[in-house]
């Protein structure tokens, strides 16, 4: 059974950093390929960044390209955001996505909220 455990999410002021994790199990984390989405209230989810298996191929959206790194850990079974300069529109739930090709495997979502 696939289990994910998030963490690193909360309340951080405008120019603040945070770093988001997710731990997986139930599945061989190194085969797949893990993505980071956010939803905000009332808009559609998008696309935040993404990683290769191997951790040798990244690719960022646009809305955080510049202030964020994805990285992961496969001793670990972890993947992780590292978010800097944050915005008050960087306010959604972020979700972590584990991709092998014939499955997916998403974590439940960690809300993070930039304010004053």
């Known amino acids: 059974q696939v289990q994910v455990v998030e963490s690193g999410g909360g309340l951080v002021q405008p120019g603040g950093s945070l770093r988001l994790s997710c731990t997986f199990s139930g599945f061989t984390f190194s085969d797949h390929a893990m993505h980071w989405f956010r939803q905000a209230p009332g808009k559609e989810r998008e696309f935040v960044a993404q990683?290769?298996?191997?951790?040798?191929?990244?690719d960022y959206g646009d809305s955080m390209k510049g202030r964020c790194t994805i990285s992961r850990d496969n001793a670990k079974n972890t993947v992780y955001l590292q978010m800097n300069s944050l915005k008050p529109e960087d306010t959604a739930v972020y979700h972590c996505m584990a991709y092998g090709g014939k499955e997916e495997y998403w974590g439940q979502g960690i809300q993070v909220t930039v304010s004053s």
């Open positions: 990683i290769t298996t191997s951790g040798s191929g990244i």
